[in-house]
Nanobody, 123 residues
Framework: QVQLVESGGGLVQAGGSLRLSCAAS????????MAWFRQAPGKEREFVAA????????DYADSVKGRFTVSRDNAKNTVDLRMNNLKPEDTAVYYC????????????????WGQGTQVTVSS
C-alpha cells in the first residue's frame, strides 16, 4: 500500500502561481512512477503531468506544457507540481497518483490516489 496526501491548493488570480505537493508513505517511493491528474466539475479526470520513478523523464498534457513543472524528491518521498501562469480553466481538484513501473497518462493505470486538493483560479 502507498498512502498519498496532497497539499498546496487554494485560490489564486489568473496569471498567478501555486505549488502543489504530494507526500507519500508506505512502500518504497522510488519504485513508483508518479502523476498528477485533475478533475473539474462535470468533467472526467484528466492527465496533467507524470514523472518516472527516478525522476529522469517527465510528460505533460498539452494544455499545461510550458506552465507546469513536475518534480520529485525520493529522499523526502514527495512529488511537486509547480503551476505558473494559471488560467481559470485550470480550476479543478488536483490528485496525485502512483503506479509501479513506467509513467502512464491514463488514470486507470494508476493504483494509488490521494484525496485531492482544490485549485481555483479567478479571472
Amino acid at each position: 500500500q502507498v498512502q498519498l496526501v496532497e497539499s498546496g491548493g487554494g485560490l489564486v488570480q489568473a496569471g498567478g502561481s501555486l505549488r502543489l505537493s504530494c507526500a507519500a508513505s508506505g512502500r518504497t517511493f522510488s519504485n513508483y512512477a508518479m502523476a498528477w491528474f485533475r478533475q473539474a466539475p462535470g468533467k472526467e479526470r484528466e492527465f496533467v503531468a507524470a514523472i518516472t520513478s527516478i525522476g529522469d523523464s517527465t510528460d505533460y498534457a498539452d494544455s499545461v506544457k510550458g506552465r507546469f513543472t513536475v518534480s520529485r524528491d525520493n529522499a523526502k518521498n514527495t512529488v511537486d507540481l509547480r503551476m505558473n501562469n494559471l488560467k481559470p480553466e485550470d480550476t479543478a481538484v488536483y490528485y496525485c497518483a502512483a503506479r509501479q513501473g513506467s509513467r502512464r497518462v491514463s488514470p486507470s493505470r494508476y493504483d494509488y490516489w490521494g484525496q485531492g486538493t482544490q485549485v481555483t483560479v479567478s479571472s
